[in-house]
């Protein structure tokens, strides 16, 4: 299984991004697509994740309202879009998937992609 995550970029405050994730190597519909993000001299936090369903979405407090995931499954593909960018939304971004989780917001997924990094500058 491989992700390839790729859309970030370097964005001026209250601009947006939309990082895409895409999935090779297993069936897409049935899985748990998350983001995660690591700022320099942090841990790794939860950002958003959807369940295969696609009306199940879930968000860190941090974001809500002003990102949004989505999914395509035809195109085996995981998107974030992010708007109203602040410089605390600076950090590595990572998709990851899984089948089966047990708290969403945990890192408790089996596959991880490489990570894109977002700057957003004041």
């Known amino acids: 299984v491989q992700l390839q995550a790729s859309g970030g970029g370097l964005v001026q405050a209250g601009g947006s991004l939309r990082l895409s994730c895409a999935l090779s190597?297993?069936?897409?519909?049935?899985?748990?697509m998350a983001w995660f993000r690591q700022a320099p001299g942090q841990e790794r936090e939860f950002v958003a994740a959807?369940?295969?369903?696609?009306?199940?979405?879930y968000y860190a407090d941090s974001v809500k309202g002003r990102f949004a995931i989505s999914r395509d499954n035809a195109m085996n593909t995981v998107y974030l879009q992010m708007n109203n960018l602040k410089p605390e939304d600076t950090a590595v971004y990572y998709c990851?998937?899984?089948?089966?989780?047990?708290?969403?917001?945990?890192?408790?997924?089996?596959?991880w992609g490489q990570g894109t990094q977002v700057t957003v500058s004041s």
């Open positions: 959807i369940r295969w369903s696609v009306i199940s979405t």
């Open positions: 190597g297993r069936p897409f519909s049935t899985l748990v």
């Open positions: 990851a998937a899984t089948g089966v989780v047990t708290d969403i917001r945990s890192e408790e997924y089996d596959y």
